[in-house]
């Protein structure tokens, strides 16, 4: 065994093509990189806001190449950052100042192998990785965690723009120097930074873009033709380098818009079947039986084991959605002497997003006249005919929703050479992140109406749109004006709040060119508040009268007219008119109606900004609030040792451990039971005063090893193994304290719901295998196995607890024990507990007779008392008790075809796990979601003048939900491919006009039950056109 130069002789080259970040080239020269050793390789985002600069020692000029820009300079620079890495690593470099080559974050991520992306409203928002979902991939700002105010731990990608990111790195393996919370992957966004770009350089972006799908929405959604992207980016540094300035910028404005079919999830697919289940849960038959009156309409039956569903609603809806974005960055260096670099950094964020919708529903009652089914056990009708006795409604609802959604973090980073072998760094930051309602109404709104002239309904879902018949009564022809009202509302608010505040210290002692020790030390401080107000109007029946809205109000729609192309939308069966209405004025009207009628108040048609549950005089709305604060003191420290040597072949070792220990602190608002009052023979009612916080703890401790391995088979190939444990965190709601158990119980106890601040994080041990070839300047082809063996998932468990010690029950009371032994009641026999309690003891204590109903038995109440038993409750709360090994294969080929200017890049990706959900069984399951195969594949040309661009991006079928509001009913998306192009023409080096589609073949997105034809949404997006030009100073 022997020290070896070889191994890492490519390593500085590559470090300052990653240094320099797509930013403009600009020739070095000095020494030979070979020099370098291995200490050049490319590190863990661990040491936090660290960056290299020219001029701050000597390895940034011991250089003689120019950087390259562009979509080749781009592919070279991520091999390169692949081929460098300890570990698993991918990554996207910038084309140049300001080039990202997507225009979404996501959607750029989505073209490394492994990684698969969730879409918002059609647009890249969160990303999955290895099958590992969203909330368990760590995302990282220049090596800090984030804070995120999205409901979960998930990242949300669109509120930054890619215009002012320089790379993105994905770390698919643990090491001892990568913060925890990524068992998916740890992502590190990274920014510029002056001084790694001496001189004055300016960029400045200005795009239109074209969303097709707004072309075509109703006048009150309609958004304009074309709205601005605009954004700059500035650098400059003083004669000597030792000053830095850059300041980026970003504003966006979009208007979109989108057409849904859907069976909502809240009230989606009820299963059945014949068989009655011992849980209840779906059991008995909802279809007449073989031989019964009725079956002969039924063609293809389920059997009597077969498990079936019958929707409770379908509805149609178009959509728009409006954002303004703003990005800033701000960031100063000082660099007093070479070995001493200083940098602070502001970075915020803002996103208005404002959504309003016009739909239309039936509500189904499982009780076809005329059907047909799929084959097989979990089928779902195709053809579902309800005929009813009386008129039903047909409702028409409007929505109208608005946040804000506000980041902003403070860093100061402290680099320190010592010596030639000796630095440390040194980085604290203080982040938050807001989300909050940006409309006086609330952040989220529903105001529905109807007509009540459906006679019954006919659907279609045989296609993958489903095509609803509308059946008026005898005499009417068409839907009505004048029969529409206002029905149900709902009106809520929702804030959340996240702060960080982090200090990181790290720092490298290095044994002579082949070995070193990287060590570091953090602490971490992350809270998290979110808080609701509800308040619902549950008058589905009609809030007051038709006479109250003239009919000028309700306009004439067809929703057809807002699906392009899409076979179905056209049927001449589907009926498709409707009414639009304005919801502010429709909202006043009702109001004012309401008022009116003396029915309730003004705030039943508002949401509350009070999140203390404060009763509202007058009012006859549901109104519930929520209010959870969970704060992670987390401590940390890791010690890492790397090697390069020979051993037959150049070898690099990299081994470490890392220690985590977590606090957890969590508190939650919720309402004060004060007592129980048994009010009829078998129903107990929980009486409520006020609210009060409920308070919970948690803590855990790990200690974390690494090991990576990789071997240099000769100058072109490598050969990588990695082991690694990580930890990911449990989402804020299940770890939210608050208990709630609802306003009945029975007489053997009650039941409930709450989170768990006790739980553990997920584990995995994650298991790396690589081979990598590197065949060309630009070329490389790869294939990698992983395997993760996954501990500690979460999952729902029913215990029977006593939270309230002071509630208690009158079930087994003195006085229900007096009615046993001296009344003659069997235990069983609840009335005559009941009666004998109120007639024997009335005005004792806790018993109050009101009369004597029509069989002879006392009414009235009787309440439990101290020395009573304390009421028992079922609670459901989140468990760690379930494990599953995941594993899968990466294949990535990436080519350019000599000096043709052609190139292409293509991946696919394999994922498979034990965790299926069984689509014909009932009853709650554990699987795992968001498991899927995809593939990319880029075809490029560069040169002169021209690039072109064309990626298409597929992932396969996956399971999204458990559950769909009806219970345990699986969720499934379905396969998915979309293609994007640009096409930009450079005038001169520094003037590019550019062209962007994105989806261009307007793809829709589907999601399905336990078959394909159990529709859950049909969704259509439409193509967006971006057309702009960037000038480069």
Not at 163 to 176: D, F, G, L, P, Q
Not at 292 to 311: A, K, L
Request: proline fraction near 5%.
């Amino acid at each position: 065994m022997k020290q070896t130069r070889g191994a890492a002789k490519r390593t500085v080259l590559t470090s300052a093509l990653l240094l320099a970040l797509g930013q403009p080239a600009y020739a070095q020269s000095t020494a030979p990189a070979a020099e370098a050793g291995a200490d050049a390789q490319a590190e863990a985002p661990a040491q936090a806001g660290q960056q290299s600069r020219p001029g701050a020692g000597d390895d940034a000029r011991t250089l003689d190449a120019v950087v390259v820009t562009g979509i080749k300079g781009s592919l070279t620079s991520s091999m390169n950052l692949k081929r460098d890495a300890e570990g698993i690593v991918d990554g996207i470099v910038a084309e140049d100042i300001g080039k990202f080559p997507d225009t979404n974050l996501a959607e750029a991520l989505q073209r490394i192998s492994g990684v698969s992306i969730d879409r918002n409203a059609g647009e890249g928002s969160r990303v999955t990785v290895r099958g590992v979902g969203p909330d368990f991939n760590l995302v990282l700002l220049n090596g800090r965690q984030m804070p995120t105010a999205t409901g979960s731990r998930a990242f949300e990608f669109s509120d930054l723009a890619a215009e002012s990111i320089s790379a993105v790195e994905v770390y698919k393996s643990s090491r001892a120097s990568t913060p925890t919370g990524g068992i998916g992957a740890t992502i590190n966004i990274k920014t510029a930074r002056p001084l790694d770009n001496p001189g004055v350089h300016a960029n400045v972006g200005v795009k239109g873009i074209w969303d097709t799908s707004d072309d075509d929405l109703p006048g009150d959604l309609k958004g304009a033709s074309v709205t601005p992207d605009a954004s700059g980016i500035f650098s400059a540094t003083s004669a000597d380098g030792r000053f830095g300035i850059g300041l980026s910028a970003n504003y966006l404005k979009r208007e979109s818009g989108s057409a849904s079919a859907f069976v909502a999830s809240g009230n989606g697919w009820r299963p059945f079947i014949d068989t009655p289940l011992a849980s209840g849960e779906g059991g008995g038959s909802a279809l007449p039986l073989p031989g019964q009156p009725g079956s002969e309409h039924i063609t293809n039956r389920p059997g009597p084991n077969d498990v079936y569903s019958m929707p409770q609603s379908l509805g149609y809806s178009v959509n728009s959605v409006k954002r303004e974005r703003i990005n800033g960055q701000l960031t100063l260096q000082w660099a007093p002497t070479d070995n001493l670099t200083t940098t602070l950094d502001y970075t915020y964020s803002q996103n208005k997003i404002e959504q309003m919708r016009h739909d239309m529903s039936v509500w189904l009652n499982f009780t076809p006249g005329v059907s047909s089914w799929t084959k097989g056990s979990g089928s779902s009708p195709l053809i579902y005919d309800e005929r009813y006795n009386g008129l039903s409604d047909f409702a028409n609802g409007a929505g109208k929703s608005a946040v804000k959604r506000e980041n902003k973090s403070l860093g100061l980073n402290v680099d320190w050479k010592l010596s030639d072998d000796f630095s440390l760094n040194f980085d604290y930051h203080r982040s938050t992140a807001d989300s909050s309602p940006d409309s006086p109404y609330g952040s989220n709104n529903t105001l529905a109406s109807a007509g009540f002239f459906r006679a019954g309904n006919i659907i279609d879902f045989s296609r993958d749109f489903p095509v609803l018949t509308l059946l008026l009564p005898n005499g009417m022809s068409a839907i009505d004006p004048a029969q529409m009202l206002v029905t149900g509302s709902v009106f809520r608010n929702e804030r959340e709040r996240a702060e960080i505040e982090q200090f990181q210290a790290s720092g490298e002692y290095k044994f002579g060119d082949y070995n070193k020790l990287s060590f570091g030390v953090a602490s971490t401080d992350y809270k998290n508040r979110s808080a609701f107000t509800h308040v619902q109007l549950d008058t589905w029946g009609g809030a007051t009268s038709p006479n109250d809205y003239p009919d000028s109000v309700w306009q004439l729609a067809h929703m057809g007219d807002y699906f392009r192309g899409v076979s179905g939308a056209n049927d001449p069966r589907f009926t498709d008119a409707f009414f639009i209405f304005d919801f502010d004025r429709v909202r006043k009207l009702a109001e004012d109606a309401w008022v009116a009628s003396g029915k309730g108040v003004r705030d039943d048609y508002r949401a509350s900004f009070d999140y203390t549950g404060a009763p509202v005089p007058g009012s006859a709305a549901n109104r519930t609030v929520g209010d959870s604060r969970v704060r992670e003191e987390s401590r940390s420290f890791y010690l890492q040792w790397s090697s390069t040597f020979d051993w037959k072949l150049p070898v690099n070792v990299a081994a470490g451990v890392r220690y985590e220990r977590t606090k957890v602190k969590a508190s939650a608002l919720q309402p004060a039971p004060v007592g129980i009052d048994w009010v009829a023979a078998n129903e107990f009612i929980i009486r409520y005063s006020g609210s009060q916080f409920r308070e919970l703890d948690g803590d855990y401790k790990y200690w974390l090893p690494s090991l990576d391995v990789s071997v240099d088979l000769n100058d072109s190939m490598k050969l990588r193994a990695s082991y690694g444990e990580s930890i990911g965190r449990p989402n804020w709601s299940s770890l939210n304290p608050a208990l709630s158990v609802g306003g009945q119980a029975r007489f053997d106890g009650g039941g409930g719901s709450a989170g768990n601040p006790n739980l553990k994080p997920l584990e995995s041990r994650n298991f790396d295998l690589s081979y990598e070839w590197y065949y060309g300047e630009s070329s490389y082809l790869s294939a990698g196995y992983f395997r993760k063996k996954i501990n500690n998932f979460i999952a729902d468990q029913v215990s029977k607890q006593t939270p309230y010690p002071d509630l208690h029950t009158p079930s087994g009371g003195n006085y229900w024990n007096a009615a046993i032994s001296a009344g003659g009641c069997a235990n069983t026999d609840r009335p005559c507990i009941r009666n004998y309690i109120l007639n024997t003891y009335n005005g004792q204590p806790g018993v109050v007779k009101t009369g004597v109903d029509s069989n002879g038995m006392a009414t009235g109440t009787v309440s439990g008392l101290s020395g009573d038993p304390v009421l028992a409750f079922n609670i459901t709360q989140p468990v760690n008790n379930r494990s599953d090994t995941l594993d899968g294969w990466e294949f990535n080929i990436q080519h350019v075809f000599g000096q043709s200017g052609f190139g292409l890049s293509a991946n696919y990706t394999i994922v498979d796990s034990g965790l299926t959900y069984k689509n014909g069984s009932l009853g709650t399951q554990f699987a795992m979601t968001g498991l899927s195969d995809s593939a990319n594949l880029v075809a490029f040309y560069e040169k002169g003048p021209w690039q072109a661009r064309a990626a298409y991006n597929w992932r396969d079928q996956f399971l999204t939900n458990l559950g769909d509001g009806k219970g345990a009913n699986p969720i499934y998306v379905e396969a998915y491919g979309q293609l994007d192009m640009n096409v930009s023409y450079a005038v001169s080096d520094n003037l590019v006009f550019t062209l962007e589609g994105i989806n261009v073949t307007d793809e829709t997105m589907r999601t399905r039950g336990r078959n394909s034809r159990q529709l859950y949404s049909f969704d259509q997006y439409g193509p967006r056109y971006m057309f702009g030009v960037r000038y480069k100073f």
